[in-house]
């Protein structure tokens, strides 16, 4: 077995696609970009409690109205598209049929208006566009990286914002998607935690930014293969298991046949360890599962992730132990970030191994090299430690790549251009005169 040092950059992350992601976690906010490019433009039930007892606001099952009163179809199921339409008067006999078409033209085809679906008669088109609407959220800023990884900052109809980033390499391209406005999990490490939650997404607003992605990549209507778009991670904004019935109701529609047609092989959801969620999440959705480990330790994991004084860390091996679908074909990916002095001594590789083969998971670990920002309380581990952690995993026959940092020239780690955007409003506000 060779080391996985001495393979390409591109192999490593061709086994493994979320180096993708893990690696825009966690860099220097304050970086200013270096030269990407930048174009500006105009469940229903109960909710878990978070670590620090707070419970997210519950977004409706539809995203806010819009201005003429439109009520979006983006995010609703077929059956919900059904009523909608027997509310606005369409024939019972005809309301299957209708349903399906739109359904065809908004996932398959990408109509952004009423007026494109050639198939449904003008008529009823007109009927369509006084009552709903197909169109996208506002894109407020578009950059691209010198490295082809694009970033989408979006306003939802409330005026919140959330980011959503495309990552090219030569066999896949993965979207990571945000699942909230915010985050409540306050991780130690992570800049999203410094954004105080808000709410969740609608269904609408998740698959809205799968759309968005592909109207700029233009893949509509759907291609049967070689598509760009060909995997996502619910890994941005939020914590999705927070957010289960929308997320899942979201990914239903991704994985649907008939419109987007994405796979849940292709589909990972990162959580940072919900642990009643985790077995639903396996059991409803299917999809491959990353959890953010980052500690080997609860004293250690207690301080840097607040979320493990719920769910300590026996717990959340045994949920990993017992997820659904988990085999060696399919293994749970790990996300360790290393922070100098605090969880990165050979003691903790080694620990880290014990852990995973206790627990028998059939697991992959990404190493995540910290980046600091001005008065964060870590820093990065030397290169030295780093090598001899992935050395002492590897060598136990559990995979440990460090991870591929991509998209560092247009602030893509996950959080960073919703808080310039802030910065930059409150700046502006600030200047006009009173």
Same mark, same amino acid.
């Given at each position: !077995?060779?080391?996985?040092?001495?393979?390409?950059?591109?192999?490593?992350?061709?086994?493994?696609?979320?180096?993708?992601?893990?690696?825009?976690?966690?860099?220097?906010? =304050?970086?200013?970009?270096?030269?990407?490019?930048?174009?500006?433009?105009?469940?229903?039930?109960?909710?878990?409690?978070?670590?620090?007892?707070?419970?997210?606001?519950?977004?409706?099952?539809?995203?806010?109205? =819009?201005?003429?009163?439109?009520?979006?179809?983006?995010?609703?199921? #077929?059956? $919900?598209?059904?009523?909608?339409?027997?509310?606005?008067?369409?024939?019972? &006999?005809?309301?299957?049929?209708?349903?399906?078409?739109?359904?065809?033209?908004?996932? %398959?085809?990408?109509?952004?208006?009423?007026?494109?679906?050639?198939?449904?008669?003008?008529? @009823?088109?007109?009927? @369509?566009? $006084?009552?709903?609407?197909?169109?996208?959220?506002?894109?407020? $800023?578009?950059?691209?990286?010198?490295?082809?990884?694009?970033?989408?900052?979006?306003?939802?109809?409330?005026?919140?914002?959330?980011?959503?980033?495309?990552?090219?390499?030569?066999?896949?391209? +993965?979207?990571?998607?945000?699942?909230?406005?915010?985050?409540? @999990?306050?991780?130690?490490?992570?800049?999203?935690?410094?954004?105080?939650?808000? #709410?969740?997404?609608?269904?609408?607003?998740?698959?809205?930014?799968? *759309?968005?992605?592909?109207?700029?990549?233009?893949?509509?209507?759907?291609?049967?293969?070689? &598509?760009?778009?060909?995997?996502?991670?619910?890994?941005?904004?939020?914590?999705?298991?927070?957010?289960?019935? %929308?997320?899942?109701?979201? *990914?239903?529609?991704? *994985?649907?046949?008939?419109?987007?047609?994405?796979?849940?092989?292709?589909? +990972?959801?990162?959580?940072?360890?919900?642990?009643?969620? *985790?077995?639903?999440?396996?059991?409803?959705?299917?999809?491959?599962?990353?959890?953010?480990?980052?500690?080997?330790?609860?004293?250690?994991?207690? #301080?840097?992730?607040?979320?493990? /004084?719920?769910?300590?860390?026996?717990?959340?091996?045994?949920?990993?132990?017992?997820?659904?679908?988990?085999?060696?074909?399919?293994?749970?990916?790990?996300?360790?970030? !290393? @922070?100098?002095?605090?969880?990165?001594?050979?003691?903790?590789? #080694?620990?880290?191994?014990?852990?995973?083969?206790?627990?028998?998971?059939?697991?992959?670990?990404?190493?995540?090299?910290?980046?600091?920002?001005?008065?964060?309380?870590?820093?990065?581990?030397?290169? $030295?430690?780093? =090598?001899?952690?992935?050395?002492?995993?590897?060598?136990?026959?559990?995979?440990?790549?460090?991870?591929?940092?991509?998209?560092?020239?247009?602030?893509?780690?996950?959080?960073?251009? /919703?808080?310039?955007?802030?910065?930059?409003?409150?700046?502006?506000?600030?200047?006009?005169?009173?």
């Amino acid at each position: !077995m060779s080391r996985p040092d001495q393979a390409t950059a591109a192999d490593q992350i061709r086994q493994d696609p979320q180096l993708l992601i893990v690696g825009l976690l966690l860099y220097n906010p =304050h970086e200013p970009p270096l030269g990407g490019l930048s174009f500006r433009a105009g469940w229903s039930g109960p909710l878990l409690t978070t670590p620090l007892g707070i419970e997210p606001v519950v977004a409706p099952r539809v995203a806010a109205a =819009h201005p003429e009163a439109c009520e979006s179809l983006i995010g609703l199921t #077929r059956d $919900e598209i059904g009523e909608r339409l027997r509310a606005a008067g369409i024939a019972e &006999r005809q309301v299957k049929m209708r349903a399906q078409q739109l359904w065809q033209w908004i996932y %398959n085809r990408g109509a952004k208006d009423f007026a494109e679906m050639t198939s449904i008669s003008k008529e @009823l088109r007109q009927v @369509l566009g $006084e009552k709903f609407t197909v169109g996208r959220l506002a894109v407020v $800023e578009r950059r691209a990286s010198v490295d082809r990884t694009r970033k989408w900052l979006l306003r939802l109809e409330d005026g919140n914002e959330v980011e959503t980033v495309f990552i090219p390499e030569e066999d896949r391209g +993965t979207l990571c998607v945000s699942s909230q406005v915010g985050c409540t @999990l306050t991780c130690r490490f992570c800049h999203t935690g410094t954004q105080r939650l808000v #709410r969740n997404l609608t269904p609408g607003e998740i698959v809205g930014q799968v *759309m968005i992605a592909r109207d700029d990549l233009g893949e509509w209507p759907s291609p049967a293969d070689g &598509r760009l778009l060909s995997n996502i991670v619910l890994m941005g904004m939020g914590e999705p298991l927070y957010n289960f019935e %929308n997320v899942k109701a979201a *990914m239903q529609i991704v *994985m649907d046949g008939d419109g987007i047609s994405l796979s849940r092989r292709r589909i +990972t959801l990162s959580t940072s360890g919900v642990v009643p969620m *985790m077995s639903r999440c396996g059991a409803e959705l299917g999809v491959n599962l990353a959890v953010s480990l980052h500690a080997v330790r609860d004293e250690v994991r207690d #301080r840097i992730m607040p979320i493990n /004084k719920k769910y300590p860390l026996a717990e959340l091996l045994a949920a990993c132990r017992d997820y659904p679908g988990a085999t060696n074909a399919r293994r749970i990916t790990f996300e360790y970030i !290393m @922070l100098k002095d605090i969880n990165d001594s050979a003691a903790d590789a #080694r620990e880290l191994v014990r852990l995973l083969k206790a627990y028998d998971i059939p697991a992959k670990v990404n190493l995540i090299p910290f980046n600091p920002w001005p008065g964060a309380p870590y820093e990065r581990s030397s290169a $030295e430690r780093i =090598h001899q952690f992935s050395e002492i995993v590897f060598s136990s026959g559990i995979s440990a790549p460090v991870r591929t940092p991509r998209g560092e020239d247009i602030l893509a780690a996950c959080g960073q251009l /919703k808080s310039e955007s802030e910065k930059r409003r409150k700046s502006e506000q600030a200047s006009e005169p009173a």
